[in-house]
């Protein structure tokens, strides 16, 4: 099974600051069909997820600007350009490229 | 607008079954995948497994930790996805999370399961 490892656990952030999550997979997360599989997503408290980021790179609809998404092979990366208050949460990196499924291990964003 | 309504969560004692519904709506059903996906209270996600469409045969995965015990099944004309949860142990406690297609898009917002003597 693929793991995924997050890091950091916990990103105490200021407002208006970076802020960058990393997500490193056991094995490349490259698929059959050459795309690489990596999903972000956003789970506010008390909320379902929210997928923010589909194939490593690819902004969902309605997802602000500031949420980036990149990496290849089996490095991969979140970045909010300027934490605002609502960014608040848990965020997981998932890969979808091969079965079984698997989450990483989520890192909780919180404002100093 | 895309919807997912789950159902059928409670109480139950270790060893009994519950079988769980998702409702969907705004979205072509029976085009898509599905997952179900659990979260423990207080702790991470974890992928339960996945329903393909009938146009890719229905066929299912599962996680590991499921198979043998969870099975999903779909209702293409009540636009209804099911987990048949046997077996269940204290470890299978969980808000149950529906979510569609293999890029899993959108999520409801969960069902409680909670299995204690």
């Known amino acids: 099974d693929v793991v995924l490892t997050q890091s ?3 990103l105490p952030v200021t407002l208006g600051q970076p802020a960058s999550i990393s997500c490193r997979s056991s094995q490349s997360l490259v698929h059959s069909d050459g795309n690489m599989y990596l999903n972000w ?4 408290p008390g909320q379902s997820p929210r997928r923010l980021i589909y194939k490593v790179s690819n902004r969902d609809s309605g997802v602000p ?4 998404g990149s990496g290849s092979g089996t490095d991969f990366t979140l970045k909010i350009s300027r934490v605002e208050a609502e960014d608040v949460g848990v965020y997981f990196c998932m890969q979808v490229s091969q079965w079984p499924l698997t989450f990483g291990g989520g890192t909780k964003v919180e404002i100093k | 607008e895309v919807q997912l309504v789950e ?4 109480l139950v004692q270790p060893g009994r079954s519950l079988r769980l519904s998702c409702k969907a709506s ?3 059903f029976g085009d898509s995948g599905m997952n179900w996906v659990r979260q423990p209270p207080g702790k991470g996600l974890e992928w339960v497994g996945f329903i393909r469409s009938k146009a890719y045969g229905g066929t ?11 099975t999903i099944s779909r209702d293409d004309t009540e636009n209804i996805v099911s987990l048949q949860m046997d ?9 149950y999370y529906c979510a569609t297609g293999v890029n899993v898009d959108y999520w409801g ?4 399961v909670t299995v204690s003597s």
């Open chain 1, 41 to 44: 997503f956003q789970q506010r």
């Open chain 2, 87 to 95: 077996g269940l142990k204290a470890e299978d406690t969980a808000l």
């Open chain 2, 60 to 70: 299912t995965e599962y996680a590991a930790s499921v198979k043998g015990r969870f």
């Open chain 2, 26 to 28: 705004g979205f072509s």
């Open chain 2, 7 to 10: 159902s059928g969560g409670g």
């Open chain 1, 8 to 10: 950091p656990l916990s």
């Open chain 1, 65 to 68: 600007d500031r949420f980036s």
């Open chain 2, 109 to 112: 917002q969960g069902t409680l």
